[in-house]
C-alpha cells in the first residue's frame, strides 16, 4: 500500500484529504506544521507528499527544503495545496521540485486524480 505524508495546520483540511486519500486506498499519515511534516517524511519515507504553503512553525516551503537535503527524500514528488495562487509561490514550488500546485477551494475528486497520476495508480 502506497503511503502519503499529508503537512497542512487546517484541522478540516487533514480530515479532509485523509478521508479522500484513504478511501482511495492510500495508507495516510498527517502533520499540522512543516517541521513536523519534514521530520515525519524522515522517518516514514512516503510515496508522496501534499504539502501546505502557509503554516505555523516552518511554511511548506522551508519543509520542502528540508526535505530535499536528505538523498532519500530528495525524489518524493511533493503536490502543494495551497490558498495562495500567486505566481512567485507557483515558481518557487517549481524551483522545489513541486509535481502539482493546487490552490484551495479545490475538487476532491480532482484531486485524488492528480494523486494517483503521480503514484502511478
Known sequence: MKEILVVDDQPQISKLLNDLLT????KVYVAFNGEIGYKKALEIKPDLIVMDIMMPVMSGFDAA???RKYPE???IPI????ARGLESDKLEAEKLGAVAFVTKPFSPKQFVQIVKKQLGD
Open 65 to 67: 527544503k528540508e526535505i
Open 23 to 26: 478511501n482511495a486506498g492510500y
Open 73 to 75: 527524500l530528495e525524489n
Open 79 to 82: 503536490i502543494f495545496l495551497t
